[in-house]
């Protein structure tokens, strides 16, 4: 979430007549990826406003929206679209955007046994019901993003220009080593703690489907690895091994999804330190927080060094 395009009430008051009007408009400044705003209305309902930046295309809402659907449907607290006159898809300042509903929760700061309880359980579930969809849609945040990336730092040498050397040479190993034959599934895609919402150390809802797709389920986990079980490099093995054992629970991996775990680990790594030095350096409008690049550097060569697959 961020705040690239600033509109005012009166820019989307049409949108929201049947309930009232606008009371208050606010921007959310976490996250780079679009603009966000938490609309109350007059009558005293919540919305997230959405308006979708640069990497989010048009073409592809309509999925996410019918995977956000699909979640809810089948049990998932998560955001779902608003219809308003038969659309869920609008226009400002031509660039599209959408309402969704309001998740009630925020971020967990302190994670504790029962929150990591809740939150493996409510993973698998996703995991169980994205199995049986139908929907689908290409991660193209993998080697395609990777390629693209690293072609617009074709000549550069500034800050990391050593990191991004030793990434540019690691892909160049491993793109021909992504396992082939897993099975698929409708993933989340972007399970960092910032998209998971919790009330009383339970998990409230999922958020940010915005890189909701159909791939391996072993990536959708290595990403919430990487993001709730490291410090940088520093590895936390006690609430690593609490979450997989329940999240095995209702789950079975195959050998090879237990093979391919370290690589993924290690693929999951290499997008976002990628993002995150692209959209430091070409994302600078707006009111934005990035992220350091340097975090997820510095797990990948966690991963280089370690394989978590052998506490299977």
């Known amino acids: 979430m961020a705040v690239y395009t600033k509109i005012m009430k009166q820019d989307i008051e049409d949108l929201f007549q049947e309930y009232d009007g606008i009371e208050e408009l606010n921007g959310i400044a976490e996250g ?11 009558n005293q309902k919540k919305f997230i406003f959405t308006i979708f930046e640069k990497r989010t295309r ?17 049990g998932i607290s998560c955001p779902i679209p608003i219809t308003i006159n038969k659309n869920d898809i609008f226009k400002i300042k031509q ?22 309880i809740s939150l493996s359980k409510n993973v698998s579930a996703i995991h169980n019901i ?22 617009k730092f074709k000549n550069y040498d500034g800050k990391n220009k050593s990191e991004f050397s030793h990434i540019r040479n690691l892909i160049l190993s491993l793109e021909n080593q992504f ?13 960092f703690k910032d998209n998971v919402f ?3 150390n339970e998990v409230s809802g999922f958020i940010d489907f915005f890189f909701t797709c159909t791939d391996t389920v072993v990536y959708d986990l290595a990403t919430l690895i990487n993001a709730w079980f490291f410090n940088y490099e520093k590895f936390d093995e006690k609430n690593f091994i609490i979450f997989f054992n329940h999240y095995f629970e209702p ?5 090879e999804e237990k093979e391919s775990f370290n690589f993924y680990l290690k693929a999951s790594a290499i997008r976002f330190f990628l993002t995150r030095i692209h959209d ?3 994302n600078s409008e707006g009111e934005v927080s990035h992220k350091n690049p340097l975090e997820f550097f510095e797990i990948l060569q966690f991963h280089e060094k370690n394989n978590l697959q052998d506490f299977f």
């Open 32 to 42: 780079v990826e679009n603009t966000n705003y938490l609309v109350k209305t007059n």
């Open 58 to 74: 048009e073409t592809d809402l309509p999925f996410f929206h019918k995977a956000m659907i699909e979640f809810s449907q089948k």
């Open 95 to 116: 660039k599209p955007c959408a309402i969704y509903s309001f998740i009630e929760g925020s971020q967990i700061t302190n994670l504790n046994n029962e929150a990591l």
């Open 130 to 151: 994205g199995a049986q969809s139908d929907l689908f849609r290409e991660n193209n945040m993998l080697l395609t993003s990777w390629k693209f990336i690293i072609n």
């Open 179 to 191: 396992p082939k034959n897993l099975k698929k599934s409708l993933i989340h895609g972007d399970l």
């Open 198 to 200: 919790f009330k009383n």
């Open 251 to 255: 789950i079975t991996w195959s050998i």
């Open 280 to 282: 430091l350096y070409f």
